[in-house]
C-alpha cells in the first residue's frame, strides 16, 4: 500500500509540473509505470477530488485540482449549503440551509440550481457559474435570497465537489456577510473597501514582495488560474510561459526605478485550462520613504480578445491589399484582354469584308441554297452568267435552274447531300434566255448555329467540253491511224516470220542459220512492242469513273468460267475511282495465273482496311515470286520474271494513284496487292449511291 501511496504521490507531482494538463499515456512514459496501473491510480484521485480530467481530441488528459469530498461536507461545513450534482440537480442540503429558505430537506431534493431561491447571480447567468464550478474553478459571487417574501444579500461560494463514484458536483455555500472570508489582513492593512473593489474587476491584482512572494492576489486572477487565495499568498508569483516570455518579463521588471517606476508587457500565458491566452501586465514598482524597492503591484487584463481581434484585422488588412493588387491585376489582364478582343474583331471584320470580297468577285458562281431550294445568296458571276437579278434567283427553285432528272427532287438530293457532306456532279443551268450551260457543281453542306445550308460552287466548264470533244475526235483519228499502222506492220511481219522460218529451213550454214535465228527474235521482239501499243491505244481516252469494285472483279471472273481454277471472291461494297479498263487489271492478273507454267488450283479476290489506304488483293497458290524479282515484274522488260501484262496493270492503276506490288511467299503462294487511297474509294450506301 505504501508503494502504492509512493506512486500516486509521484504522479501528483508530475501532474503539478504540467498545468496543461497529461494523459494516462503521458504519466506512464515520463514516470515508466504501467499504462494499467496509472488509469487504475487516476480513479483513485478522481474519486479523492485530486485531479479532474478532460478530453482533448481522442484523448483524456488530467490536472490538479482540489474538490472536496462530498461526504466530508456536513463534517467541515457549519454554514447553510446546499450539494448539486454533474446534471445541476440537488443531492443534499443541510439544516441550516433549509432554516434559511424555509424549506425540508426533501423538497429540495432533486431541484435543478435555477429554481434555486437565488436571484440576481454576478459573472453571467447560473448556468454558467455552475458549469464554470464544474470544471474545477472555484466561484464567488453576490447574489440576493427569497426568505419570507423579503431579497437579502449574501455571498454564494461555488466548491467543486467530487462524490463517492468519482463524479464531479458543485457545493453552493451561502454567507450572509458581504466580506468575502479570507480578505481580513488585507482589508485592516488596506481599508475595507479595496480587497472588495479588486474582487470586484475584471483586471488581475497582485500583490509581491522585491523576492516575487505573493502578499496579495485579487478574486479574478484567482479564478483564472484555478487557485484560492489561501494557497496562493506566500507563493513565487510566476506566470506560466515560455523561456523567451520569462526572461522578457524579468527584464521589464528589472528595468523599474524611482525615476520610471510603471512598466508594461505583454504575453501569452498558459491558464489552469490549459488554454493559452494573451494578457497586458502593468508592472509598478514600490519603494519606501528611503528608496529601497518595498515590492511590486501588477495588474493585469486578459487581451486575448483585443489580439484576435488585431490579428483578424492586420489579416483583413493584409487580405485587402492582396484583394487590391489582385483585382488592379485581374483589371489590368481584363484590360489587356479587351484591347486584344477588340483587336481580333477588327481582324475578323477585315477577313469578313475580304471574304466577303472575294465571295462577290469569284469567277465561278457562288449560291447559299437553304433547306427549301430556295438562294438565299448569289454572287456577281451567278446573277451575270444566268441572266437573272439576286431577287429573282431567290424565288427560283433547283428545277428552274437546273436540268435535274425528275427522280433527282431537290428533297432527296437535301438528304444525300446531308449523309455525304459533299457532293460533286456535272449537270447543265438554264439561263433566263432559255439557253443551256454545262458546269461543274460542287455542292457542301454546312450547319451554322443550328442553321443549315448548302454552298452550292458552279463552274461554267462549256469550253472545256468543246476542247475534250476536239482532243477525242484527236485522239480517235490517232487511234484509227495507229491501229491502220499497226496493222500493217503485223502483216508485214508475219510474213517476214514465213520467210525467215522457210529459210531456216533451207539453209545448212551455221553461220547463216544464227543470223537467221537473230532475226526471227527481233521481229517477234517487234511484234510484241506492236501488241503493248494495241493496248495503250484506249488507255486515258475517257475520263475515270466511280466504279463497283464487285462488278469488276465478277466481269473478269466470268471470262475464266470454264477453267480448272475455283475463284474465292470476298469484297464489301465499295466504289472505286479508276480508269473504265479496270476490268482489265483483273482479266490480265487472273490470265498472268492461268497461263503459267504450272496454274493454280484457286484464286481468292479478298479485302482489307488500313489506315492509309483499302486493299484488293489476288492470292493464288503456286511458287510465287523470287524476292529479287517483286519488282521487276512490273518492268516494261520483264520478260525473266513475268508477263509483260503487268507493265500495263500498273500503268492503268497509277492513272488515279492507285498501286499494286507482289506480297506473295516464294515457294508457297503469290500474292498481289492493289492499294487505294483515302480519295478514290467510298462506300456504297443503301441507294446505290
Avoid at 488560474?225 to 526572461?247: C, N, Q, T, W, Y
Avoid at 429573282?392 to 428552274?400: G, H, I, M
Avoid at 521487276?632 to 525473266?640: H, M, R, V
Wanted: charged share 30%; net charge negative.
Amino acid at each position: 500500500m505504501e508503494e502504492y501511496l509512493e506512486e500516486i504521490s509521484r504522479i501528483k507531482e508530475e501532474i503539478e509540473k504540467h498545468p496543461e494538463g497529461l494523459s494516462i499515456t503521458d504519466i506512464a512514459g515520463l514516470l515508466g509505470i504501467n499504462r494499467n496501473s496509472v488509469a487504475k491510480y487516476m480513479d483513485i484521485l478522481q474519486i479523492q477530488g485530486s485531479v479532474d480530467g478532460r478530453k482533448r481530441g481522442t484523448s483524456k488528459v488530467y490536472y490538479i485540482s482540489h474538490r472536496i469530498p462530498a461526504d466530508s461536507l456536513r463534517k467541515v461545513c457549519s454554514r447553510p449549503f446546499v450539494a448539486l450534482d454533474q446534471d445541476c440537480l440537488v443531492t443534499d442540503n443541510n439544516q441550516q440551509f433549509s432554516r434559511l429558505t424555509g424549506r425540508s430537506p426533501e423538497q429540495m431534493l432533486g431541484q435543478p440550481f435555477d429554481k434555486l431561491p437565488f436571484r440576481s447571480l454576478e459573472g453571467g447567468t447560473a448556468q454558467q457559474i455552475f458549469r464554470a464550478a464544474l470544471k474545477g474553478l472555484e466561484q464567488r459571487v453576490h447574489a440576493q435570497i427569497m426568505v419570507d417574501m423579503e431579497e437579502r444579500p449574501v455571498n454564494l461560494s461555488l466548491i467543486p465537489l467530487v462524490f463517492t463514484t468519482g463524479k464531479p458536483g458543485v457545493a453552493v455555500i451561502v454567507d450572509n456577510e458581504r466580506t468575502a472570508p479570507g480578505n481580513e489582513s488585507v482589508s485592516a492593512a488596506t481599508g475595507p473597501e479595496f480587497p472588495v473593489l479588486l474582487d470586484n474587476q475584471i483586471e488581475y491584482a497582485v500583490r509581491f514582495s522585491p523576492e516575487g512572494i505573493i502578499q496579495y492576489i485579487n478574486e479574478p486572477y484567482c479564478h483564472a488560474i484555478a487557485k484560492s487565495r489561501e494557497d496562493m499568498i506566500g507563493r513565487p508569483f510566476k506566470h506560466l510561459v515560455s523561456a523567451d516570455d520569462a526572461e522578457r518579463i524579468r527584464a521589464n521588471r528589472s528595468r523599474l526605478s524611482i525615476r520610471y517606476p510603471a512598466g508594461m508587457i505583454e504575453f501569452r500565458a498558459i491558464m489552469a485550462n490549459g488554454e493559452a491566452r494573451w494578457q497586458r501586465w502593468w508592472d509598478r514598482a514600490l519603494f519606501d520613504d528611503r528608496g529601497q524597492l518595498a515590492g511590486y503591484f501588477s495588474c493585469g487584463l486578459d487581451i486575448t480578445d483585443e489580439v484576435l481581434v488585431r490579428t483578424k484585422l492586420k489579416k483583413t488588412q493584409d487580405m485587402l491589399e492582396e484583394t487590391i493588387v489582385t483585382r488592379t491585376n485581374e483589371l489590368r489582364e481584363i484590360n489587356r484582354q479587351l484591347y486584344e478582343e477588340m483587336t481580333r474583331r477588327e481582324n475578323i471584320e477585315q477577313q469578313l469584308l475580304l471574304t466577303q470580297f472575294a465571295m462577290d468577285n469569284a469567277a465561278d458562281m457562288v449560291f447559299w441554297v437553304n433547306r427549301n431550294g430556295r438562294a438565299d445568296y448569289a454572287n456577281k458571276a451567278a446573277v451575270t452568267g444566268l441572266g437573272y437579278t439576286a431577287d429573282e434567283l431567290s424565288n427560283l427553285t433547283p428545277e428552274d435552274v437546273f436540268a435535274l432528272p425528275v427522280t433527282n427532287a431537290w428533297g432527296d438530293i437535301w438528304e444525300h447531300l446531308k449523309r455525304e457532306g459533299t457532293i460533286t456532279h456535272k449537270t447543265v443551268m438554264i439561263r433566263k434566255d432559255g439557253t443551256r450551260m454545262p458546269v461543274e457543281m460542287l455542292i457542301r453542306f454546312l450547319e451554322y448555329h443550328k442553321n443549315e445550308f448548302a454552298c452550292c460552287f458552279c463552274r461554267d466548264i462549256s469550253e472545256r467540253i468543246r476542247m475534250e470533244h476536239t482532243l477525242h475526235l484527236a485522239n480517235k483519228k490517232l487511234n484509227v491511224l495507229t491501229s491502220l499502222a499497226r496493222h500493217d506492220i503485223q502483216n508485214k511481219i508475219t510474213v517476214l516470220l514465213g520467210y525467215l522460218g522457210r529459210a531456216r529451213k533451207r539453209e545448212r550454214d551455221p553461220v547463216v542459220l544464227g543470223y537467221l535465228e537473230r532475226q526471227e527474235h527481233a521481229a517477234k521482239a517487234i511484234r510484241d512492242e506492236i501488241t503493248i501499243t494495241r493496248d495503250f491505244k484506249d488507255l486515258g481516252a475517257d475520263p475515270p469513273e466511280w466504279l463497283d469494285i464487285r462488278d469488276v472483279v465478277a466481269a473478269a471472273v466470268t471470262r475464266y468460267s470454264e477453267s480448272q481454277v475455283k475463284f474465292s471472291v470476298d469484297l464489301p461494297a465499295i466504289f472505286v475511282y479508276a480508269d473504265r479498263q479496270m476490268e482489265r487489271v483483273f482479266s490480265r492478273l487472273f490470265e498472268n495465273a492461268v497461263d503459267a507454267e504450272h496454274p493454280p488450283h484457286f484464286i481468292r479476290v479478298f479485302s482489307r482496311a488500313e489506315q492509309e489506304r483499302f486493299v484488293v488483293a489476288v492470292e493464288y497458290d503456286g511458287p510465287g515470286i523470287r524476292p529479287e524479282g517483286k519488282e521487276k515484274i512490273f518492268e516494261l522488260g520483264a520478260e525473266t520474271y513475268g508477263h509483260r501484262g503487268l507493265f500495263i496493270i500498273r500503268e492503268i492503276l497509277s492513272l488515279t494513284d492507285i498501286t499494286i506490288e507482289e506480297t506473295g511467299e516464294y515457294g508457297n503462294k503469290a500474292r498481289f496487292e492493289i492499294g487505294i487511297p483515302p480519295v478514290s474509294y467510298r462506300q456504297i450506301s443503301g441507294n446505290g449511291t
